[in-house]
């Protein structure tokens, strides 16, 4: 395997990482379970039926610059 096709590998994780994301999401949903998701900095249980309770409120998010270094 050539160092080009290793690179165009690596650029199609975050794809698949999504992809799996989403199916996990929607795979638990269909087996009756509930999935936790934060929508607008809000903790949430989500019901297949599409049903929320709340859970608690949440941190503001840290917006991260992708091409700088963050220690925390």
């Known amino acids: 395997m050539t160092e080009n096709e290793i690179d165009h590998l690596e650029q199609l ?3 698949l990482a999504l ?3 989403r199916q996990a ?12 998701e934060v ?3 809000v ?9 929320k309770k709340k859970i608690k409120d949440m941190p503001a998010s840290i917006k ?3 091409s ?5």
């Open 13 to 15: 994780i975050p794809t």
């Open 19 to 21: 992809g799996a994301f």
């Open 25 to 36: 999401y929607f795979d638990s949903l269909s087996a009756g379970n509930s999935v936790l």
């Open 39 to 41: 929508i607008e900095d």
């Open 43 to 51: 903790l949430y249980e989500v019901y297949a039926d599409g049903s």
């Open 64 to 66: 991260v610059d992708m």
């Open 68 to 72: 700088k270094k963050v220690y925390l």
